[in-house]
Every structure is written in structure tokens, then in C-alpha cells.
């Protein structure tokens, strides 16, 4: 539509384009921290353990499932993406009077895990000492046996290993940085399969004396036989290495031979 102008034309302005508002930053929240409410509904990736130790009883087998989902955060106000455990399950199949502590410990620590403090529950799992003995769970990277203070203490270990393997953890138990986790669940969006550690730089570091198993104290590389307790024979029943528990020679390779019976 056209206007007539009849007045003197005493000046102009061109109208400026009005700016959009700026978005707002978005708030830090940390993924490591996230509190999960309850199991998502649906389907988690989890993986199978099947846990053997040997303690003054004999050999025992356990199994246990970790389930992993995808968690949101922002960090530098940009949203990441992080994989973290979130439930740890006991098969019913294997419930006995003296597994039901380890039915609870795994409820708890499906607990821990959806409160985000899971790495600090584990490691305070490591820390359960009884009066019945070492227990002997894993092989070390010498492959030597690993000696426990407790049943409780060797499942805890072994779920070190399994969350080590998936990369949430380091080799010494510590949480990993959450930018690391940032990359390592964007490489398997990119390649199609979880992050895996690079035994051969960690053999590396290890002939270094740099590291140890998880849970053990640095020591030189000179005595990697000193991760253990002295062994005082051989097992007449599998020719396996015999340590001294509750004064009694016991088998600690397999098959759980007491000289006391």
C-alpha cells in the first residue's frame, strides 16, 4: 500500500531488526552425580559374571549381573552423555541361607549406584575383614593368586574388575574422570562397541612399578611374588600351593584340601 507523503521530509532512520533474546546457560550437572530414581522401565545392557573364590569352606560360585544405561549431564553449559551402572542383581537360582548377605549387599549397592556414590561403596566393600581367614579370588597381572580379607571383600574386588573392563573405573579403583567417560561413551556411539583397556600400555606402566592391582600397595617390580601369603607345601590332592589358615595347611589352588579337615 502506498503512502503520500505532503511534508517536508526532515530526516530518516532505517528500522533496525529486532534482536532474539539470548538463550540461557545452561546450568553444570555433573553425570557422575545424577540421581536415577528408580531401573528405567525396558531393557539395560548388563553383563554376566560368574564369581569364583575360594575360602576355609572350599570353593564357592556365585553369579552376578551389572547393568549399565546412558546418563545425561551438562558440563562447560554443553549436554554430555556419560554410561554408568545403575543396578547390580543376584540371580535367584543360587539363593542359600549363606548368600542372602550378598542378595542385600547387591541391593544396597544397586542403591549407591543410582545415588551416583557407587565407586565409594565398592571400596569400602574392599575393606570388610572376618575371622575365618583369607579368601582367594582373581589372578593378579603376574599372574599371581589375589588373597582377600573377606568373602564380601573378594565379590567387591571382582566388581572392580568388571567396572575397570567396562572403563568407569581405573586399574587402581578410582573413578575415572568424567570427561574421560565423555569420550569413552562417544567412541562406542562412533565404532560400535565399549571402550576397552589397553593391556599392553598397563603391562608397560606395570614393569615400571608405576601401578598395581586394584587394591594393592606399589611396590618394586623386583618382588611382584610378595602379593600374597607364604606358601607352605604342596596340596596332596591337586599338587597345588598350600598357605597356612587358622593353623591349618590349606589349598588355595582350586580345591580347597585342609590338612585339619
Not at 539470548?22 to 539395560?44: K, Y
Not at 542378595?103 to 575393606?127: E, F, I, P, W
Not at 587402581?172 to 576397552?196: C, F, I, K, S
Request: a negative charge.
Amino acid at each position: 500500500m502506498a503512502v503520500e507523503i505532503t511534508s517536508k521530509i526532515v530526516g530518516y532512520r532505517i528500522k533496525q531488526q529486532e534482536q532474539a533474546a539470548p538463550a540461557p546457560e545452561l546450568q553444570d550437572e555433573d553425570p557422575l552425580t545424577v540421581r536415577i530414581p528408580s531401573r528405567p522401565e525396558g531393557t539395560l545392557e548388563a553383563v554376566s559374571e560368574k564369581i569364583s573364590y575360594v575360602g576355609a569352606e572350599g570353593r564357592k560360585k556365585v553369579y552376578l549381573l551389572v547393568s549399565f544405561m546412558p546418563v545425561e549431564g551438562v558440563i562447560g553449559s554443553k549436554r554430555v552423555v556419560i554410561e554408568r551402572p545403575v543396578e547390580f542383581f543376584f540371580p535367584s537360582g543360587q539363593l542359600s541361607s549363606e548368600h542372602q548377605w550378598i542378595t542385600a549387599t547387591m541391593r544396597s549397592l544397586s542403591l549407591a549406584a543410582r545415588g551416583g556414590y557407587v565407586t565409594q561403596a565398592v571400596a569400602d566393600l574392599r575393606k570388610v575383614a572376618w575371622d575365618k581367614g583369607l579368601v582367594r579370588c582373581g589372578m593378579n597381572r603376574w599372574n599371581k593368586p589375589m588373597f582377600h580379607d573377606s568373602e564380601v571383600a573378594a565379590i567387591a574386588w571382582s566388581i572392580q574388575q568388571i567396572l575397570y573392563r567396562r572403563g568407569f573405573l581405573d586399574r587402581d579403583g578410582n573413578q575415572v574422570p568424567v570427561e574421560q567417560l565423555v569420550e569413552r561413551y562417544a567412541h562406542r556411539m562412533t565404532h560400535g562397541h565399549a571402550w576397552q583397556p589397553d593391556e599392553e600400555a598397563a603391562d608397560v606402566h606395570v614393569e615400571a612399578g608405576v601401578v598395581e592391582p586394584i587394591g594393592g600397595e606399589p611396590s618394586a617390580p623386583k618382588k611382584p611374588e610378595g602379593s600374597g601369603p607364604a606358601t607352605v607345601g604342596n596340596c596332596p590332592e591337586c599338587r597345588g600351593e598350600l598357605i597356612m589358615m587358622d593353623g591349618c595347611p590349606t589349598c588355595y589352588a582350586g580345591c580347597g584340601w585342609s590338612k585339619c579337615g
